[in-house]
């Protein structure tokens, strides 16, 4: 059974760091690609960070140069850096997994074959 657990959200004033984490089991974590998503109320999820199993990383742009996304391949955990958090961050974060590494467009949450079920991630102004 494969399980994708975020944890390290919370409540927090603009300009405030937290940390994301994704615990992941039952997949080969090392030979894929790994995603953190968001969704914040009447809006559609969207890309925020992905890892290639190559270590390659990819940013939504407005979050460039605050967030960082790494991966613990012996841990078998993706993490999410986050800094200087905006109120636009506002949202339900979840990470994501190919654990084939075959996807073809990493910003594209469709192609992802396994979910968490997020955490929340509330950025006071």
């Known amino acids: 059974q494969v399980l994708l657990v975020e944890s390290g959200g919370g409540l927090v004033q603009a300009g405030d760091s937290l940390r994301l984490s994704c615990a992941t089991s039952g997949l080969t974590f090392s030979s894929g690609h790994m995603g953190w998503f968001r969704q914040a109320p009447g809006k559609e999820r969207e890309f925020v960070a992905a890892?290639?199993?190559?270590?390659?990383?990819y940013y939504k742009d407005s979050v460039k140069g605050r967030f960082t996304v790494s991966r613990d391949n012996t841990e078998k955990t993706l993490y999410l850096q986050m800094n200087s958090l905006k109120a636009e961050d506002t949202a339900i974060y979840h990470c994501?997994?190919?654990?084939?590494?075959?996807?073809?467009?990493?910003?594209?949450?469709?192609?992802?074959?396994?979910w968490g079920q997020g955490t929340q991630v509330t950025v006071s102004s």
């Open positions: 994501a997994a190919d654990p084939r590494g075959i996807l073809s467009s990493i910003r594209d949450w469709n192609q992802y074959d396994y």
């Open positions: 890892i290639r199993y190559s270590g390659h990383t």
